[in-house]
């Protein structure tokens, strides 16, 4: 694995999180909290999960890892060909899905809103919000087939070593349901009412198909010639679906949580689904931009790895993976969750989203935080699974998790009565049980993943976290007491500096204490600045 490769990612996919938190910052400063964009984000839940599933999760592993052992063992021409299969399969099959979809709209917001109708939660809600869910589902769900398409698209740049503008290609996605939605939606009602909603739900399909066409001049430059193949009696076919079965549940638990969340949320009251999402978004950013980044880079090469056996080189592959999501994902833990009330302030206190929104928001996002890094770890172990083809194990745990996750939920808030963020706080524990578990079993199959040499450095960050969490803790206790009633640009400085300054203490901190991977990445920027 090139940490360069993975250095080129996280910057591709930093911009597409930041201009996905910029779309954040529109919605929460246009509707704040309200049961409108409640509405919204409950409407969106589907399609955004099967997003997460197929861009980021069972298509594009199963695809990677079939394309590249072909690739390796066959050369070009067959892998093309395999290629086409998918794409018409996948063109074909998810359309029927999106027009089910569109079709089971109603039924669908029914069990998107069961957990609100019943047990102590229970809510009351105008008809008019159930009526505008299901018009936002069936505008938005025919997204599934364009992420589809660009999650197979992704897979074959990424499998030819392409990885730039892949990673780019949120970009587009986040520009296009911007621009495209807040023109339709001040053209339906400039006044910014629910049915400028709607206007934003045509703009996801904007921003999708802007997701899947940037990516066809690179992979036109890669080879590739798209003709309809309906030829699907194939034995690469017969392996991606394979594949894709158990992927689909093992790579969506957190995603399925998050549904799931949003379902109790809703009946939690009015805002919760708003504060879980926007705590979502920013949990997201460092596992899009590290997390996901290195496995998009580690996938392909623990599949070649894995061509005839688990090779000599699948482990140190791994476990180099597994340190560098560490070394980058643990201060934005320690960032999140110390200084959670001022990011939140800073990035979406304005407008509709008052300060009530922002202590909400902020509590979600504590809560997640605690659970980020076995979160981001997952991103990387699962495929591996995928790759040495035991990809039944990820599927059961996955199973269970589940089952954790809804029982944790009804407890907490039927039980307990506690509200939104110990929904949070569920996904954070079953991310953590998840990896635990795959940690263990991948031990079993592949031996010894440098457990020790983990641990020590786990170790050595916790203690540079330390040093960074001071000052976290005292900029939050002194200079930033009440940040309502600072200015935005005296808010937006010194949370800067705050993070740049606890962000220097702790690379400065791991460098002396001899972490690896901290000297590779000053070795990276001194490179470049001598060019």
Known sequence: MSAK????????????RVLGLLRDMLFAGLFGGSRWMDCFNLAFRVPNLLRDLFAEGALSQAFVTTFSKKLKAEGDVPAWELANKMMTLTAVFMSGISLLGILAAPWIVEILTTFSKSGAAARSYDPYELELMVTMVRIMYPFILLLSLAALVMGMLNAKNVFGMPALSSCFFNLGSMIGGAVIGYWMDPSWGPRSLIGFSFGVLIGGFAQLVCQFPALKMAGYRFVADFRWRDSGVRQILKLMGPAVIAASVVQVNVVVNSMFAYGVGEGAVSWLSYAF?????PIGVFGVAVATVTLPALSRAAVGGISADFRPTLAKGLRLVAFLVLPSTIGLVL???PIVSVLYERGAFDAVDRMQTAGALRAYGYGLLCYAWLKVLQPAFYAIDKRWLPMMVSFFTL?????FNWFFVFVMKWGHESLALTT???ASVNFLILFLAMRKFAGDLGTLELLVMLGKLLAAGAVMAAVCVASDIYLFKDPAHLSFWLRAGVLALTIGAA???YFIAARMLHVSEAKEALEMVT?????
């Not at 978004?281 to 950013?285: A, G, I």
């Not at 089952?403 to 029982?407: E, I, K, Q, T, V």
């Open 403 to 407: 089952a954790l996750n809804l029982g």
């Open 503 to 505: 962000g220097g203490v």
């Open 281 to 285: 978004r920013l949990m997201q950013l």
């Open 428 to 430: 954070s524990i079953t």
């Open 339 to 341: 200084l959670a009330g």
């Open 5 to 16: 490769a993975t250095w080129k990612v996280s910057a591709a996919v930093m911009a597409s």
């Open 527 to 531: 490179r470049r600045f001598r060019r």
